[in-house]
């Protein structure tokens, strides 16, 4: 007779189980992750009780890699210990006021440490747990067990106290107060959003911190995210909806407007409704200007001058700034996750733009390193909305300070243009060189369009109520064009992502000259290519008249430039 065996085959063993740790380990990489789930903890447990305060401490010493936190929240049910240590167990989960909900936080902390202890109470029974060498255990070889150390402690004891000591070296503890004051009001639970928007718990935040050289440190942080706009004074910010009122009154001019949002933040709130059931909040802001994200986070003191000029600092430590992006929150807790932007028109103004959703439908991969695809998708949706807004209405009227009075002296200035190089070129009624004036380049092309030089560009519109300096067509094609004395003159538009190459089909300028050609590769990495005079051309894609073409990486067309010296000197031969 054949023989049957039935085993409980899914029992894991030590190998099985130490791998699970490992792949949990991988799906952390964050300076912050350790901290993070520590807070996000203690804050499920207030949540879940029905203490009228909710008190949580915090203990970071960096001398002693090392870290405390304790809360008078609900507690661990003693005969629950053991259970809730063990990877993958949770007592969150289907929980819609818990953030955590799959068993692995905890689990993290312990295996990032030498020495994990955590003592937990409710109705007045209290245990403690110790667990040492944890993460030597996890990077051995062989059947040796892990110990879990449990027992009983004063019955007095209320809450959750986690020590956490011996961790290998880590960022966090490179980290200096203010540092350490923003990642935890940005980055962890500690910084709750819910209050943007309505009301959260009352909890009081105790942080104590020694740093590397000993030094201690005390401060009480409020339990609030902390959002760009909100450290700057009244007189550098404005809200959105306030502008758009303002804006609306019939007996606003542009220069109103201007003045209104001259050196200020502009920021909103709002949600969506999405399908119906499910509300998305957000709060956005648009900073006039991207240097404006260094000169408050200088300000803060979270990073110093030498910092943001130091890459090798950026790339580590560049979360420790504010900075623009798309950023997400869950039940009132930040993930830390930064979602791409959507791909539209005007992209270099998403460098201006800060914008947190608050979703409670959010779903992310263990760790916190990205978002589910479609959930990222729906978030991307209604940031483009936010920011088609901001192009719409805002961008237009940033346009820094209104150019001074300057004192007009007629013989000085007529003696000044005497002395200018004339052109003498045949035909041509302008006399003297366009030099450093944009405005005698974008005359000089209407008098070539005037006298047919230039015949298939037809002007449609121009002037400054556009964002562009001209609308044309080129048979069927829309053109949009932008005048410029000199080329180099176009890398401080797109720098500042006024002018955005995506969108400029053509550049005229004057004399373009090698060191035009150099000012671009160096400080944009585009090359110019000449182009040459071809019988063919007007069977190609080449906007008629054009002398050089920008090379640009990552776009599919180029930019045409008409060099309108070079252009009419060719067109005399």
Request: net charge negative; proline share 5%.
């Amino acid at each position: 007779m054949p023989q049957r065996q039935i085993s409980d085959f899914l029992n894991p063993g030590i190998d099985q189980i130490r791998q699970s740790i490992r792949d949990i380990d991988d799906s952390y990489n964050n300076d912050w992750d350790i901290v993070a789930e520590l807070c996000q903890n203690a804050v499920d447990a207030i949540r879940k009780s029905n203490v009228a305060e909710g008190i949580i401490k915090l203990k970071i010493d960096a001398q002693r890699r090392a870290i405390t936190i304790s809360d008078n929240g609900i507690g661990i049910e003693p005969e629950q210990m053991e259970y809730l240590l063990k990877p993958f167990s949770t007592d969150k989960r289907d929980d819609p006021e818990s953030i955590g909900e799959k068993g692995v936080g905890l689990t993290f902390v312990m295996f990032q440490s030498n020495k994990f202890i955590i003592k937990s109470g409710r109705n007045n029974s209290a245990k403690k747990g110790t667990i040492l060498n944890a993460a030597l255990w996890k990077e051995q070889e062989g059947n040796e067990p892990l110990r879990l150390e449990i027992e009983d402690i004063n019955q007095n004891f209320v809450g959750t106290e986690v020590i956490v000591e011996d961790i290998p070296d880590t960022p966090l503890f490179e980290l200096n107060f203010e540092q350490i004051k923003f990642l935890l009001r940005t980055r962890t639970a500690l910084g709750s959003t819910r209050p943007i928007w309505s009301e959260d718990r009352n909890i009081s935040i105790e942080l104590e911190f020694k740093d590397l050289n000993g030094a201690n440190l005390r401060a009480d942080l409020p339990f609030r995210y902390l959002l760009p706009y909100e450290i700057l004074p009244p007189t550098a910010k404005i809200d959105y909806d306030e502008f758009m009122d303002f804006a609306r009154q019939a007996d606003k001019t542009d220069m109103d407007k201007r003045n209104k949002l001259r050196d200020k933040v502009i920021f909103r709130k709002g949600e969506f409704t999405h399908t119906n059931v499910r509300i998305i909040k957000y709060v956005a802001c648009f900073v006039p200007k991207r240097k404006v994200w260094d000169t408050i986070s200088l300000e803060q003191r979270i990073c110093t001058e030498a910092n943001l000029e130091d890459e090798d600092w950026i790339e580590k430590f560049g979360y420790l700034k504010f900075a623009p992006g798309i950023f997400s929150s869950v039940k009132g807790m930040p993930t830390g996750i930064l979602t791409d932007n959507p791909k539209t028109g005007a992209a270099g103004y998403w460098q201006n733009i800060f914008i947190l959703f608050e979703d409670p439908s959010l779903k992310f991969d263990i760790g916190r390193k990205s978002l589910h695809g479609r959930q990222a998708k729906i978030l991307k949706d209604y940031a483009h909305d936010i920011f088609n807004d901001y192009t719409r209405n805002i961008v237009k009227y940033i346009s820094g300070e209104p150019e001074p009075n300057l004192e007009f002296d007629r013989e000085e200035t007529f003696a000044d243009i005497e002395s200018m190089l004339d052109i003498n070129i045949p035909n041509i009624k302008l006399k003297k060189v366009p030099k450093d004036q944009e405005a005698s380049v974008v005359a000089l092309f209407f008098e070539c369009i005037g006298n047919g030089k230039i015949s298939e560009i037809v002007p449609l519109s121009a002037g400054y109520r556009g964002k562009y300096d001209l609308y044309a067509k080129w048979g069927r094609k829309k053109l949009v064009i932008e005048f410029k004395s000199r080329l180099k003159n176009i890398i401080r538009d797109f720098n500042d992502a006024q002018k955005l190459f995506d969108e400029i089909d053509c550049i005229i300028c004057w004399d373009l000259s090698e060191d035009d050609k150099e000012q671009l590769r160096r400080k944009l990495g585009i090359e110019v290519e000449d182009i040459a005079p071809n019988i063919l051309s007007q069977r190609t894609q080449i906007i008629p008249h054009s002398t050089n073409k920008l090379l640009l990486s990552g776009f599919t067309k180029p930019v045409y430039i008409i060099d309108l010296k070079k252009f009419l000197e060719n067109s005399e031969d």
